[in-house]
């Protein structure tokens, strides 16, 4: 591992979300902003009469937040694979959300220093009404590639999806398995420095998840730093250096893929 | 190439730089709008001829015939021919820019790229349909033997003024529409009161002279006047207080950018 700056910081990123009722966040949203300067006058005369307590949120308001993720922190070096394990719900695609920027921290921050691709979902991008080939140049491009880019690896983005034939049909005609497999391989053929991945190796047959497993090792083995949030544990030993556990919305551990695993398998449900 | 992540404070940035690197994303998705809009239509981008056509037939029928609305010795078909074609852009471009976010939720929530990137896709993939009634407007021009004058000159200045009046109005509603999904469904009736504060049935000369200054505080009033005198003989240019138009257009659209941009932070967990 090279000993420069890391590719990517965490430091302290917390994200706290509203809980049932109306989907607002940190109760700033534009309802609550409204509520809170009608209320402010009345509020600030309150608090002083009462005894001061930390959180200037109201009770109300508070039970209804909730932190997804809290004082997370940790480093990965370039060129490392960092596998992400734990639990549904312990905050792992949160935490991906935020380091792709597409959801805000409540509070911490992050720094990436190099081009940033996300895979949250195998066909992000696809429209239904679009042929394999336009989707394929459609979520090529929504993904970041250019147009170049697109061409040079259209024959491959191809072959390895397997469906030839149907190019030219819109993709509602496919089967989900057929989506999944032209998802993934659009994904796969991105040329980002750092690539965030969630989960998108459970698609297709077995031989298929085994050349997707084969096309990460090779993705890997060029040098790209990745984030890798799996259910997928012997994946995440297979391809991963280095692996941390999310419980609770936060990290309980962080070393080897091996170490991590057994602690999330060992670990109390 | 580094992306610093913070949580959101103070005042949102607007960082436009950004939006330009993601120019091409807004192409990508206009083509791709515009690709899907008529997919298993018999008709269709004709639909964006025959409406205006058939709205200028209805609008004739009874503003002229029945109603008698006195526009000179314009023909009325020409007279709300000129006005329809701008017209029906922004209330095309607003009507798709409202739900852009909400129809684009999935992409949302999983890629990134500038948010803006959106209302500005709805904004220009509206201009096609533009250009088709553009087309239908040159026929009707031809059909009563009326030549444009020099004064087309001045044209490019009114469409890109209706654009930006769209993006203007469309940031807020769009940001708006994906907390209180009431906005879509007030908008239908929005956009006919809209229609008749504008001139375009009507002369906006009918307007009382005290209330001139509070009408032409409309930005489409002032775009369809500026239509009517480019294209129609007779029509008196916008007149003054359409100056104040584009001040409300500017206001508009600087609120709406700040507006859009401390509302984004949210997009991804409320749409």
Known sequence: MSSETPMIEVENIGKRYWVGGYPMIDYRGMHALLERAVRAPFAAVARRVR????SSEPAHIRAHLRWAIRNVSFTVAQ???????GQNGAGKSVLLKILSRITRPTEGRARLRGSVSTLLEAGTGFHPELTGRENIRLSGAILGMSKQQIEHRMEEIIAFAEIDEFLDTPIKHYSSGMVLRLGFSVSA????DIMLIDEVLTVGDENFQRRCIDKMRSVVGSGRTVLFVSHDLDAVKLICHRAILIRNGGIELDGPPDQVVAAHLGGGR | MSVEISSPSGWPRLELGEVRRHFVIIGILALR?????????LVGFGWAFLQPLFTMLVFSAIFAGIVKVPTGDTPYPLFVMAALVPWSY?????????SCLVANQTLITRVYFPRLVFPLSTVFSALVDFLIAFALLLIVLAWYGEVPTARIAFLPIFIVFAIIAAIALGLWLSALNVQYRDVFHALPFFTQVLMFISPVVYPAHVIPEKWQWLYDLNPMATVINGFRWVFVEGQPAPGLYSLWSVVVVTAVLTGGLYFFRWQEDRFADVV
């Open chain 2, 90 to 98: 922004f209330v095309h471009a607003i009507n798709t820019t409202t």
């Open chain 2, 33 to 41: 709008d515009m690709k899907v809009r008529y997919k298993q239509s």
């Open chain 1, 79 to 85: 060129g490392e694979v960092l596998g992400i394990v």
């Open chain 1, 51 to 54: 005894s001061g307590r930390g």
């Open chain 1, 189 to 192: 053929h991105l040329e980002a």
